[in-house]
């Protein structure tokens, strides 16, 4: 029986994730801050909560040991992460240092922890949710961008400094997904010279999220990256996501920004 690690199992993707790689017959160690207060997940047979804020760097290396300690880990699944909106200048030193350690320091130190283990044993795999945010950036979301673009590079350098070793690295990058992110978890600032900016934005997303993945559906994702057994590293997942990357790529760099701020911000 295979065993997955996850982060930032207690809602959305990443609670999605662990019930479907259960339902497949696997191990699943869902970690999360409050696991005390997870009622769905702590009821399924070969399903383990372990806590986990991955700002927390005594905490990654005490639950990652346990989790060791319980047996074989196969995959690592570096999904903890919330959204950071709005103009960087509303932003105080403590926002930005927040969103910086938990969606790209939080992946980079729970990694870390595992490389030791998946090195000596000649396998394994890390899986990081990124998202199409780290592919190609959205008006007043900079440190988030930063945070994602940051995983996807990161991302393809480890995999040039892990492969040698059997233990493969890849990014899931997700369109929208319809979870508690976009209301529940992110973290927004305002100023009122950014007021008509941020309206255009919000109200341009709300229509983009009309073609958002369920979490079931970027799970399904993350199941064949698990299992495939290939070597790729970025699996965009999403119609909206695959559609944007595509379009990205085909009319370069400057031509899809140019056109793309058009469409949020006008000419
Ligand atoms: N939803 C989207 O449109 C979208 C699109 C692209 C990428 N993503 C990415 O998908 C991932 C999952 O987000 P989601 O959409 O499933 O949103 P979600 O339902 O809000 O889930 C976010 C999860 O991250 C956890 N988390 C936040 N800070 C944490 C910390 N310091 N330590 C441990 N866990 C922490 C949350 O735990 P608590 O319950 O304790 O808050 C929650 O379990 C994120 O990395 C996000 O950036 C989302």
């Keep these: ?16 994730t662990a019930k479907l790689f259960h339902n497949q017959g696997w191990n699943v160690i869902a970690t999360m801050r409050n696991p005390e207060k997870e009622e769905e997940l ?18 990654i290396q005490s639950t990652v040991q346990k ?32 969103q910086l350690n938990t969606n790209l320091l939080g992946v980079i130190r729970v990694t870390n922890a595992f490389i030791p283990y998946f090195r000596e044993r000649k ?5 990081s949710t990124t998202s199409i945010g780290g592919l190609i950036s959205f008006p007043l979301g900079s440190v988030y961008h930063a945070t994602k673009w940051g995983l996807e590079g990161w991302s393809e350098s ?8 059997g233990v493969n690295i890849k990014t899931v990058s997700p369109g929208g997904i319809k979870t508690e992110f976009l209301h529940g978890s992110l973290d927004s600032g305002s100023k009122p010279e950014y007021e008509a900016m941020t309206n255009a934005l919000f109200a341009n997303v709300d229509t983009m999220f009309e073609m958002a993945s369920t979490a079931e ?22 119609e909206d996501a695959k559609a944007l990357y595509q379009q990205r790529l085909e009319q370069g ?7 793309f701020g058009k469409q949020f911000l006008g000419a």
């Design 1 to 16: 029986m295979k065993t997955i690690f996850i982060t930032g199992a207690s809602s959305g993707l990443g609670k999605a």
């Design 253 to 259: 760099d400057e031509v899809f920004r140019t056109a």
């Design 42 to 59: 702590s009821g399924l047979k070969n399903v383990t909560l372990l806590p986990l804020d991955v700002t927390n760097y005594d905490q």
């Design 67 to 98: 989790a060791i300690e319980l047996g074989d880990i196969d995959v690592v699944f570096n999904n903890a992460g919330y959204g950071l909106i709005g103009p960087l200048e509303s932003f105080n030193d403590d926002q930005i240092t927040k």
């Design 158 to 165: 480890m995999a040039y400094e892990l492969n040698p070793f």
């Design 123 to 127: 396998s394994g795999l890390f899986i």
């Design 217 to 238: 559906q970027i799970a399904e994702v993350v199941f064949e990256a698990a299992t495939d057994g290939k070597t790729k590293l970025r699996y965009v997942a999403g």
